[in-house]
């Protein structure tokens, strides 16, 4: 195992202005940022922004620098949904702005709070176009991708940018929103018994959104009118850390429940009112939807496809303009999560619920039958070899199961899609993938703001070619000794390492990867234990020491190149698919 034994000099220091009674623009950013909550910014220095990290560290802001911006944002945004505070993500000017920004539309996309604070070059070159250093106008960039975007110029100006950039992050649907500070006010100086006037502590940030007392009525009387009702948790839900009303809701009506991916485990997903395995059922049969922070966008078939024609729908969520936006909503409840439930659950005490009980059993029924077929599956794959996603799946689900409290992150195709259906989570909010977007690449800077925001250990099932997009920033977990774990499933492609060159002239395939390249090695390099593993014996005994290590850890799995079909389970929305999708 390599590890560094060059002892680097001591830092360098930013300067300090000339007068101690005067600070500057970056000081004054550090401490309305710390004045304001903030204890953490994940980011990755240059000009403007290098003076400005180390006086925040400084200030006690943890700073955790990445290698690639874009995984620094997605750590923030992933900080974002598990705590309900803003991750922070720090970028300097221009390709860093960009490479962050993603990160920002995507949370934006998936409604975490999260702000990307990015320094930019001076106005007037830009906006003159005369080729400024790292010139971009970045503010008219970020401005139609992200929630909210504001520019400061001043440095007196900080602390309100600050609350404002706060409020927008957190406030009504959270979303990601970009605070741009340029070089001349991170550089300027004021004296600083005015700077410490300006800093103060915003009052209600993320307010209360009471629902009507209308709305509310409407949604108990058409749940309680159900005779096949299901609740539908969405990752808003896990959010809004409500769990005891969420228990309660599905508990004291024992109305089944779903749950979508980053919601599972808010309730456990074997619970006896999981009707997790009967989705198909639940979709075509449910009188009466009740969506509980979950949108019903593609991930639902935008509420057509296999959906019950005649099914009304109730839907729990802060933002009005999501209703109808792809069927009608008969019962809307705008509010926050916490005041909506407290409103529905006191209205459920008065009413008499309809629903029939043949309507549970049937589906624990089909729970039953579903869940022995899908352990066959994976028991008949259990001696694969080379072992196939479920042979290894076969052997990580116990494992996992058997450690509630670790975090999972995931993403890929075929390992995103098999090791969601295979995992069942018991805890709310240990779950963290590809979400909304089902974008790649969320990894390794979900790995790391999951770690850093709960100080708990983290296993990724990754993908080999999702891992590929940031797989850089495994260095990240090394450097800031995380209790991380990172598996790779290497069937060396994208979906598999099969696909056919069909020119003939030697290149790979587009799909094609490497499915003999050893990803253990990339983790030596950076100090890690690795493990290379070929068979279900060596996966069940490298995963579990890892765990129990609580170091940073990579085990490359090695799959057959033929396991996982193409696009995972969505290779209907291929474009030469398309033509038998009804939607
Ligand atoms: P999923 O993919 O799990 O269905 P979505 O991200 O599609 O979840 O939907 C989450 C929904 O939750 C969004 O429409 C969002 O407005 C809503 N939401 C987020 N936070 C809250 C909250 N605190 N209270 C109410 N609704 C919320
Ligand atoms: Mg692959």
Request: glycine share 8%; proline share 6%; net charge neutral.
């Amino acid at each position: 195992m390599a590890t560094a034994t060059i002892k680097a000099p001591a830092a360098t220091q930013p300067a300090a202005p000339k007068y101690p009674e005067q600070v500057t623009g970056m000081y004054i950013l550090a401490r309305a940022l710390k004045n304001i909550g903030i204890d953490t910014m994940y980011g990755l220095v240059g000009i403007p922004v290098t003076e400005f990290a180390y006086i925040a560290q400084e200030q006690n802001i943890r700073f955790v620098g990445f290698r690639h911006e874009q995984q620094a944002g997605m750590a923030a945004a992933t900080h974002g949904f598990l705590t309900k505070k803003p991750g922070v993500l720090l970028t300097v000017s221009s390709l860093g702005f960009m490479n962050g920004l993603t990160a920002t539309v995507n949370a934006t996309v998936n409604c975490y709070p999260m702000i990307q604070i990015s320094g930019s070059s001076e106005r007037a070159p830009i906006d003159l176009d005369q080729g400024a250093y790292e010139g971009l106008d970045q503010l008219s960039v970020a401005k139609g991708l992200v929630k909210a975007a504001y520019r400061v110029n001043r440095p007196e100006d900080i602390p309100l940018a600050v609350a404002r950039a706060y409020r927008a992050a957190v406030s009504g649907r959270p979303g990601g929103v970009y605070l741009d500070v340029t070089t001349p006010c991170l550089g300027a100086v004021m004296n600083r018994a005015d700077a410490e006037k300006l800093l103060f502590t915003p009052v209600d940030p993320e307010p209360k959104h009471i629902p009507s007392p209308e709305s509310v009525d409407r949604a108990v009387k058409l749940l309680a009118s159900a005779k096949k009702p299901v609740i539908l948790l969405g990752k808003g839900a896990a959010y809004a850390q409500v769990d005891e009303k969420i228990r309660k809701l599905v508990e004291s009506t024992g109305i089944p429940f779903l749950q979508m991916s980053m919601a599972k485990g808010l309730m456990p997903d074997k619970h006896p009112l999981s009707a997790m395995s009967c989705r198909s059922t639940v979709m075509s049969q449910a009188d009466v939807v009740m969506l509980v922070g979950a949108r019903l966008n593609w991930l639902l078939s935008r509420g057509h496809g296999k959906w019950n024609p005649d099914g009304r729908f109730i839907q729990l969520d802060i933002e009005p303009e999501e209703i109808d936006c792809n069927r009608p909503i008969a019962a809307p409840v705008i509010g926050d999560m916490d005041s909506s439930l407290s409103a529905i659950l006191s209205g459920l005490e008065s009413v008499k619920l309809s629903m029939d009980p043949a309507w549970i059993k049937a589906l624990q029924d089909e729970t039953k039958v579903k869940n022995a077929r899908f352990m066959a599956r994976m028991t008949g794959n259990a001696n694969a070899s080379p072992m196939n996603h479920w042979c290894a799946l076969n052997v990580i689900k116990p494992i996992l199961e058997a450690n509630p409290d670790v975090i999972l992150v995931n993403e890929g195709a075929n390992t995103l899609d098999d090791t969601r259906d295979a995992v069942d989570m018991t805890l709310p909010r240990h779950r963290v993938d590809c979400a909304t977007w089902a974008i790649m690449g969320m990894g390794m800077g979900s790995v790391v703001g999951a770690a850093v925001a709960t100080g708990k250990s983290v296993v990724a099932v990754e993908g080999d070619s999702a891992f590929g997009f940031s797989g850089m920033d495994f260095s990240t977990v090394c450097r800031f000794n995380l209790p991380c774990t990172v598996v790779i499933f290497n069937n060396g492609g994208i979906y598999n390492g099969v696909g056919v060159n069909m020119s003939g002239n030697g290149d790979p395939a587009p799909t094609t990867l490497d499915v003999n390249a050893r990803y253990d090695k990339l983790g030596e390099a950076f100090g890690a234990k690795t493990y290379y593993v070929t068979t279900p014996d060596e996966l069940k005994s490298a995963l579990t020491e890892a765990i129990a290590s609580k170091k940073p850890a990579l085990i490359d799995v090695q799959l057959a190149a033929d396991s996982g079909k193409e696009s995972g389970h969505i290779g209907y929305l291929n474009p030469a698919s398309l033509q038998n999708v009804i939607v």
